[in-house]
């Protein structure tokens, strides 16, 4: 069954929401894909040329998009299609393969089913980190779980404040530190308190400098010793926060972080506030890392876990109009 049939069947008011929050990436880079199709009279190079012109321009990414490319002709060659508005679902379909690329790929956090689990959150300045971390701390505890944060990146006194804010409004504990304490000494704090005071949940902010990869690295590794040192299995997900609107530049945060630790997942902030949301397929197809989480919206249930099928109707309900 094409996705064309899954959609019917999605939640219409999830799909409805990454509708909105694709908006600009729809009526930006991929305003002209429907007329493109609707007007063209064969399938040729030219159309090919075009369709790989407007990808590129929605950050897809210049492999990514090759590789579309060349499973489209393919398709088209294997079907005989001719008729080029027939690219419209077989465009989905494959875009779709692209992103799952032969895995069952499962964007929930992989917890532990019982006592404690941590997630490290790791990414620069000014991408939403401290933001997500809250949003994610409040979907948990309406789940019932008793949830704690870590105020690991000490570097920047204002990160400090905004977590500690943000813990206050959605009602969980924090730990912190005064500015310019050693962040790994906040994680010891954290877990010994998580571990003592029967916590579900430890999520743990981490400096946001974008430094070189060796300091980078021997930085996390020591915080990953720490809480690993009170329980071996308790860290369960290192994610990467970037923003969707640094575009290629978040492709080379990516490229960083995943060389200085082992990155297990990504959330994609601020996806409603670019033209080019294809930034997803490129990271996904290029690095090998699953997205966990996008930003829909401002508010704080407006992070959404990604699902790649309202994801690609996010992208293409144009297809879909009547």
């Known amino acids: 069954m094409g996705l064309f049939n899954i959609f019917k069947h999605k939640d219409k008011k999830t799909k409805e929401k990454y509708k909105l929050g694709l908006h600009k990436t729809r009526e930006g ?20 040329d075009s369709l790989e012109e407007i990808f590129i321009t929605s950050d897809i990414g210049v492999d990514t998009v090759i590789d579309f490319i060349d499973k ?22 494959k875009i ?21 689990s941590v997630v490290l959150f790791v990414g620069v300045n000014g991408v939403g980190k401290t933001t997500s971390i ?16 870590a105020a690991g990146d000490t570097f920047r006194a204002g990160a400090i404040e905004q977590l500690s804010v943000w813990a206050k409004r959605i009602g969980v504990d924090i730990v912190t530190k005064p500015a310019g304490s050693d962040p790994s000494s906040v994680m010891y704090d954290a877990i010994k308190k998580a571990k003592e005071e029967g916590y579900d949940l430890l999520l743990c ?38 923003d969707a609107q640094t575009g290629q530049n978040g492709m080379s945060q990516a490229k960083a972080f ?9 959330i ?11 930034i997803v397929l490129a990271i996904r197809h290029e690095m090998g890392i699953p ?23 996010g992208l293409f309900a144009d297809f879909f109009e009547e």
């Open 134 to 149: 809250a949003k994610i701390a409040n979907q948990y505890k309406k789940l019932g779980k008793k949830v704690l944060l």
């Open 205 to 242: 902010d981490t400096a946001g400098r974008l430094q070189n990869k060796v300091n980078l690295m021997a930085e996390l590794s020591k915080m990953k010793r720490v809480l690993t040192s009170f329980d071996e299995n308790a860290l369960c997900e290192t994610l990467l926060v970037i």
């Open 258 to 266: 995943k060389e200085a630790t082992d990155v297990t997942g990504i």
């Open 291 to 313: 997205i966990k989480y996008v930003g829909l919206g401002e508010g704080v249930d407006d992070l959404e876990v990604f699902d790649i099928e309202d994801y690609l109707y």
């Open 29 to 48: 880079a991929l305003a002209s894909l429907n007329e493109i199709l609707s007007k063209s009279s064969k399938i040729d190079d030219e159309l090919f």
């Open 96 to 116: 779709f393969e692209i992103y799952l690329n032969g895995e069952i790929v499962n964007a929930n956090l992989q917890l532990n089913k019982e006592g404690l």
């Open 72 to 93: 489209l002709k393919e398709e088209v060659n294997h079907k005989k299609i001719t008729n080029p508005i027939e690219l419209q679902e077989i465009i989905i379909d």
């Open 268 to 278: 994609l902030t601020k996806l409603d506030g670019t033209s080019k949301g294809g």
